[in-house]
């Protein structure tokens, strides 16, 4: 025998779940965020090395041109 006052909660366990649903995926967002502007960051850093590198390399050679 089925018991019909447990399928009385059935719509708000749903909704419970739906939400709950919703919040991870907000949270999975938040961190795939969070670690795109971290390695944005992080390429910035090394493009502007490369570029003080390629600066200092500059002047070394423009250096030993007057010389």
Known sequence: M???KA???VPM???ILA???LLLC????GVKIYQ??????ALKREQA???RLAQ???RLIDGLKED
């Open 49 to 51: 090395e490369k570029m």
């Open 19 to 21: 939400l709950k649903t």
């Open 2 to 4: 089925i018991n019909y």
């Open 26 to 29: 907000l949270a999975f967002a």
């Open 56 to 58: 200092q390399t500059q």
């Open 7 to 9: 399928l009385d909660n």
């Open 13 to 15: 366990l749903l909704y």
């Open 36 to 41: 795109g502007k971290k390695i944005e960051a």
